[in-house]
């Protein structure tokens, strides 16, 4: 079993940067891989980034690669995402997943209840 706390969400201006944390009790943490994603108001919950159980392996959703980057420290059993170069468009409720590196969100066993960002112009 695995929880997850996320922290860092607030509000910055566009061209702005932000960290995402994301703090993983359990100890099989290290196994999963672990995903961001993200859900405007009215919106579904889009896929934004995911990694592999060891860091080795990322992937991005077109909209947001080159801008933000997610790492993870498995030690410290946190996940990472920064977030550069933020636009109006990357308002949303982000949140923290685990148990794959799928961009689908129905393929994740873990979540956690989200922290707010909100871009401003």
């Known amino acids: 079993q695995v929880q997850l706390v996320e922290s860092g969400g607030g509000l910055v201006q566009a061209g702005g940067s932000l960290r995402l944390s994301c703090a993983a009790s359990?100890?099989?943490?290290?196994?999963?891989?672990m995903g961001w994603f993200r859900q405007a108001p009215g919106a579904e919950r889009e896929f934004v980034a995911s990694i592999s159980w060891n860091g080795r392996s990322t992937y991005y959703a077109d909209s947001v690669r080159g801008r933000f980057a997610i790492f993870r420290d498995n030690a410290k059993n946190m996940v990472y995402l920064q977030m550069n170069s933020l636009k109006l468009e990357d308002t949303a409720v982000y949140y923290c997943?685990?148990?794959?590196?799928?961009?689908?969100?129905?393929?994740?066993?873990?979540w956690g209840q989200g922290t707010q960002v909100t871009v401003s112009s």
């Open positions: 997943a685990g148990g794959s590196v799928a961009s689908v969100a129905g393929r994740y066993n873990y």
């Open positions: 359990g100890r099989m943490f290290s196994n999963y891989g």
